[in-house]
């Protein structure tokens, strides 16, 4: 094998690196794919979604949500009412044993309160989510692209 091709194969070895799904894991869950939209300067309310899958025994509860970006985080249900899409407070968020809690566009999601700064497209921004039996786990959100759905890498 060349040099030159060994190289090529080693930078598109490194370029995939980017592309693969990030996932982080506490006790029995997984936190898959966490990521937001960006917002334009001077907006003060921002989404994060994701999806906690439970490999365990027994339930576990989504406490809460913490953000150094932003004042606070709410727990969001968007339900259809008298044929409008409105938003709901969802308090806390129990994920079944052997269950996939989704956060996603048009359903659950997180609300980033208060933002402190805008949220821009290809960065990262921490939330730290708070469990009542596995404990505490800092993510990282991925800020996808204006009118993105979902990100490319989700199940």
Do not use: C
């Given at each position: 094998m060349t040099i030159a091709r060994s190289l090529l194969l080693l930078l598109l070895a490194l370029a995939s690196?980017?592309?693969?799904?990030?996932?982080?894991?506490?006790g029995a869950l997984?936190?898959?794919?966490?990521?937001?939209?960006?917002?334009?300067?001077?907006?003060?309310?921002?989404?994060?979604?994701?999806?906690?899958?439970?490999?365990?025994k027994v339930p576990d509860t989504l406490l809460s949500a913490s953000s150094a970006v932003c004042e606070s985080v709410e727990f969001h249900r968007t339900i259809l009412e008298d044929g409008m899409a409105r938003m709901r407070p969802a308090g806390e968020l129990v994920i079944a044993a052997g269950a996939t809690l989704k956060a996603e566009p048009e359903g659950l999601h997180l609300m980033l309160m208060g933002l402190k700064q805008p949220?821009?497209?290809?960065?990262?921004?921490?939330?730290?989510?708070?469990?009542?039996?596995?404990?505490?786990i800092t993510v990282q959100l991925?800020?996808?692209?204006?009118?993105?759905?979902?990100?490319?890498?989700?199940?």
């Open positions: 690196i980017g592309t693969v799904a990030h996932e982080y894991h506490l997984d936190i898959r794919h966490p990521w937001s939209r960006p917002t334009a300067e001077g907006m003060m309310v921002g989404v994060a979604y994701f999806e906690i899958v439970n490999r365990g949220l821009v497209a290809g960065t990262e921004v921490p939330l730290k989510l708070r469990f009542k039996d596995a404990g505490e991925k800020i996808g692209h204006p009118g993105q759905a979902a990100p490319a890498h989700a199940h």
